[in-house]
């Protein structure tokens, strides 16, 4: 099947940096691009779509400012924790939508940890 | 958007044994898809069933689809304890696009 990676696979920042999570789709292109945050022994929840030469959408309540997502390429999207502080500590998972075909099948990645302290 | 409704919300059986677990959503889709995901880690898609489909296998699974009562089940045959996951159906968005995830049923194998 399609390989998506992230990277890095864990973080830890001092509150008020900011850190930078990438999103490969390894073997495939893909035009279109997700982040979900998930917090312990809870759902993903879906922050944003990621839509290659155009600006992310995000789900509501999720703040643009705070998340900045970028696919530049047909291979890459960053997500970009700005001034990150301790309540944005979570598992940030990417995925990726496989192109053409009838379905929207999505692939994961690992996820990234990210600890602030 | 439609989250997911899976249940039971965890399960938790002897090794060996069969796992059912089911799914349930409320407006019609043109196909559903079970997720598992590991602990601390991404998610592996498992099975695909589309709308017109009843009941799809791969390997020691087996998907239903019952679109009149809008609901799916999940079985895992003779289960192990590598099956130990949360386990989802997410929603799709009107678009198909986007995915919304309910809160899994956490299924525990005891070896």
């Known amino acids: ?117 | 958007s439609q989250q997911g409704e899976e249940d039971p919300q965890a399960l938790s059986i002897q090794e060996g044994e069969n796992a059912t677990m089911n799914c349930s959503y409320k407006t019609s889709i043109n196909n559903l898809q079970w997720y598992r995901q590991n602990s601390g880690r991404g998610l592996v898609h498992l099975i695909l069933i589309r709308s017109n489909e009843r009941e799809k296998h791969s390997g020691r699974l087996r998907v239903t689809l019952d679109t009149s009562k809008k609901s799916s089940s999940l079985l895992i045959t003779a289960s192990r304890a590598a099956d130990t996951a949360s386990y989802f159906c997410p929603r799709s968005s009107n678009t198909g696009n986007q995915f919304y995830f309910g809160t899994g049923t956490s299924l525990t194998v005891i070896p």
């Open chain 1, 1 to 117: 099947g399609a390989v998506v990676s992230q990277h890095p696979s864990w973080v830890i920042c001092k509150s008020g940096t900011s850190v930078k999570i990438e999103c490969r789709s390894l073997d495939f292109q893909a035009t279109t691009m997700f982040w979900y945050r998930q917090f312990p022994k809870q759902s993903l929840m879906l922050m944003a779509t990621s839509n290659e030469g155009s600006k992310a959408t995000y789900e509501q309540g999720v703040e643009k400012d705070k998340f900045l997502i970028n696919h530049a390429s047909l291979t890459l999207s960053t997500l970009t924790v700005t001034s990150a502080h301790p309540e944005d500590s979570s598992f940030y998972i990417c995925s990726a939508k496989f192109p053409g075909g009838h379905y929207n099948e999505q692939f994961f990645g690992p996820g990234t940890r990210l600890t602030v302290l």
